[in-house]
Antibody, heavy 125, light 108 residues
Framework: QVQLVQSGAEVKKPGASVKVSCKASGYTFTSYDINWVRQATGQGLEWMGWMNPNSGNTGYAQKFQGRVTMTRNTSISTAYMELSSLRSEDTAVYYC??????????????????WGQGTLVTVSS | EIVMMQSPATLSVSPGERATLSCRASQSVSSNLAWYQQKPGQAPRLLIYGASTRATGIPARFSGSGSGTEFTLTISSLQSEDFAVYYCQQYNNWPPWTFGQGTKVEIK
């Protein structure tokens, strides 16, 4: 079955960086976008950015420009999201989610399904 | 950026009753609207895409309707497992993908 499995919880100090992984299985990794979404405790869903695993092209929400980097390793079907200059407000659960099916430069069906189980990142001194 | 607005913020419903959730977009998103369900401690789960198409394995008591700027998610007869937070999301104009703030469906 199609599945995304994320790395475990992290505790970081303010100013540090965190890198979360998202391993895909059950489908062709390079055929679908990967999106990253975060959720602070008790809050809603906040889209952070997307990556096309085939080309490596990325797009980031303006809020995170300059602080977030999304990469992939196609040989192990894994996507990564690195967030730098962490502050307490970055404490949240971070999710990866499979996005649109991309072929010939066109991406279709751009909803998110499935989602990874989430990775709690805690930023605290 | 398209802003998605959901109402109400909280909906109190008795088991077996009907629940109607609303989602409004700040500009037309055609039928490019998805609904997700999120239970405490779990990741969101896709319920509906294309405004009205149920995702694989989603029970028929969930239905979606609407197009343009006004959308509705209806749960025809609430089961205990349906008490959760529901989010709408537009994927017509991206990036960014945008979500509503969520509607919590709680037991009355």
């Amino acid at each position: 079955q199609v599945q995304l499995v994320q790395s475990g919880a992290e505790v970081k100090k303010p100013g540090a960086s965190v890198k979360v992984s998202c391993k895909a299985s059950g489908y062709t990794f390079t055929s679908y976008d990967i999106n990253w979404v975060r959720q602070a405790t008790g809050q809603g869903l906040e889209w952070m950015g997307w990556m096309n695993p085939n080309s490596g092209n990325t797009g980031y929400a303006q809020k995170f420009q300059g602080r977030v980097t999304m990469t992939r390793n196609t040989s192990i079907s894994t996507a990564y999201m690195e967030l730098s200059s962490l502050r307490s407000e970055d404490t949240a659960v971070y999710y990866c989610a499979r996005g649109g099916y991309c072929t010939g430069g066109v991406c279709l069906n751009n909803w998110f399904d499935p989602w990874g189980q989430g990775t709690l990142v805690t930023v605290s001194s | 950026e398209i802003v998605m607005m959901q109402s109400p913020a909280t909906l109190s419903v008795s088991p077996g009753e009907r629940a109607t959730l609303s989602c409004r977009a700040s500009q037309s998103v055609s039928s490019n609207l998805a609904w997700y369900q999120q239970k405490p401690g779990q990741a969101p789960r896709l319920l509906i895409y294309g405004a009205s198409t149920r995702a694989t394995g989603i029970p028929a008591r969930f239905s979606g309707s609407g197009s343009g700027t006004e959308f509705t998610l209806t749960i025809s007869s609430l089961q205990s497992e349906d008490f959760a937070v529901y989010y709408c999301q537009q994927y017509n104009n991206w990036p960014p993908w945008t979500f509503g703030q969520g509607t919590k469906v709680e037991i009355k």
